[in-house]
């Protein structure tokens, strides 16, 4: 699969960008889609990073001369450097011999204009955004952020059919910290460690401010991590105070963020990508919003009580962050609240929900064998397994054999074992009636949202095509409380139909 990325980073745009795409390649690279990136150069790109990350980048020249923005642009048309129309016939020219299956664009300033130009040049097109500002043309967008009725965010923003995936249940956070979650330590809510970091460029260098603010504090008993990235223009500056301090220490581009995050016991950072990789440690953060696209997430973060909002860049002074320093040094069961609200909103497995849509796993179906048996008994025995099947009781090995045995000389009773490269990674069944038949599925545990179940109820669809083509409509019985099953159904291509999903084979 060849999937291209159309974003960019700059003094101005920032690294987050370049950073969460960053993320969903790696993961759809693992997954074995072969990935390039277009960017522009500015000053403060971050191409070379991508570069060193092994990804092939097509340089988009920077303008000559500054680009005027046209009084009825988009808000942040001058981040492209040019008329909308030349970077779409630039990354045209760098994507047509590639034609990819994908296109993904993480950037202010594409609308679907551009994308709609783009359209002949590419397979599926799917966008990143987080502002809602602008119409797109699009099969797939994500807005990983939390905003009030999400679910009317882009109401006649995209096309009707496009598929939505939105809020931090879909932030694309790094493996890292997925790993560190699992095991992460009991927070006390006593400040021992704090952490700064306000992204890769912080181009108003909040980062100074924060660390001027902590090195007056005449209480200070704990030690302090400084994160900058690679693109901070501000590097010296901030290494050599650090330098200077007791107990602070210095950091430039890391890439063991998850691990300062689990060590530390309160962030003060910016209220971007990192927000999610905060919340999904349980790590408590003061927030300072430092872009326009900030502010409704800071306010409807706070509300839900996932992290403290200190305002605005340009109101928070060093008196304010020492003051909120105070507080949160005296009351440890308000830090405790944060952590349990952020690590119950993001739980660190959205970027592989969505390479399961990008590049969804290949499992191949088969039908189950007498050896089979047993293992089948263990998976659906499962506590995850059986928390959402109508009939939740263990069931007896015994019991399971006789019935197992059954199944396999009826003939109007299907069972496949879907498998990964050989691995087996979850179960159909159907049972045959005429033109119809009626599924159940069932993962093996541990397989759950990396796309695994959507991609094997398609592909239980194409061998009951194959094998079974009388079949027209199949049914699924579905509880109300399983939401991860409704949503790969959904997203398999069944619709709803009274209180059940249906599926018509064609």
Not at 36 to 42: A, K, L, M, S
Not at 247 to 269: K, P, R, S, T
Not at 367 to 393: H, K, P, Q
Request: proline share 4%.
């Amino acid at each position: 699969m060849n999937i291209t990325f159309r974003t960019d980073s700059s003094l101005q745009i920032g690294s987050g960008h370049i950073m969460r795409c960053l993320t969903l390649a790696d993961e759809l690279r693992q997954r074995g889609a072969e990935v390039t990136f277009v960017c522009r150069e500015y000053p403060g790109t971050m191409i070379g990073l991508i570069e060193t990350k092994g990804y092939p980048v097509v340089r988009l020249a920077q303008a000559e001369a500054e680009y005027a923005v046209a009084p009825d642009d988009l808000t942040h048309a001058a981040w492209l450097g040019v008329p909308w129309q030349q970077d779409a016939s630039d990354t045209i020219t760098a994507v047509r011999d590639a034609r990819p299956q994908w296109l993904i664009i993480d950037h202010y300033a594409i609308d679907h204009r551009w994308e709609e130009l783009l359209r002949p040049h590419v397979g599926k097109i799917m966008v990143i955004d987080d502002l809602a500002d602008r119409a797109h043309d699009c099969e797939l967008l994500l807005d990983q952020n939390l905003y009030p009725e999400m679910e009317l965010r882009y109401d006649n923003l995209v096309p009707a059919g496009c598929q939505k995936l939105l809020g931090p249940r879909y932030a694309l956070l790094r493996p890292e910290f997925a790993a560190a979650r699992k095991t992460l330590r009991q927070r006390s809510g006593e400040i021992k460690r704090v952490l700064i970091f306000f992204g890769g460029v912080d181009p108003t260098n909040e980062t100074t401010k924060a660390v001027e603010a902590v090195a007056a504090i005449n209480f200070r008993q704990f030690e302090v991590d400084v994160v900058v990235g690679g693109g901070n223009p501000h590097q010296t500056q901030i290494q050599n105070f650090c330098t200077a301090q007791d107990g602070f220490h210095y950091h430039c581009q890391v890439n063991n963020m998850a691990e300062l995050m689990a060590a530390a016991d309160l962030a003060i950072g910016a209220g971007g990508t990192a927000t999610w990789e905060r919340c999904a440690l349980g790590l408590p953060s003061l927030v300072v919003v430092l872009a326009e696209n900030q502010v409704d997430l800071a306010a409807t973060a706070s509300r839900y009580g996932l992290f403290f909002s200190l305002g605005g860049a340009a109101t928070v002074t060093i008196e304010t962050i020492q003051e909120a320093l105070r507080v949160f040094t005296r009351a440890p069961e308000n830090l405790l609240a944060y952590t349990k609200q952020g690590m119950e909103f993001v739980d660190a497995r959205g970027v592989q929900r969505l390479a399961g849509l990008l590049a969804p796993p290949q499992i191949v179906v088969r039908r189950a064998g007498l050896a089979d048996c047993d293992a089948m008994l263990v998976w659906r025995n499962a506590e995850e397994t059986r928390r959402y099947i109508f009939d939740s009781e263990p069931i007896a090995l015994e019991c399971h054999r006789t019935w197992f045995r059954k199944a396999l000389e009826n003939p109007d009773r299907v069972l496949l074992i879907g498998e990964i490269k050989g691995k087996p990674v979850g179960v159909l069944r159907y049972d045959l009636s005429g033109e119809e038949a009626l599924i159940s599925v069932y993962l093996v545990p541990g397989g759950q949202g990396q796309g695994v179940g959507t991609q094997l109820i398609r592909s239980g669809s194409v061998w009951l095509q194959e094998h079974q083509p009388r079949i027209k409509v199949v049914t699924a019985e579905i509880l109300s409380t399983n939401v991860a099953s409704l949503r790969a159904f959904a997203q398999a291509g069944y619709r709803e139909h009274h209180l059940t999903y249906q599926e018509v084979l064609a």
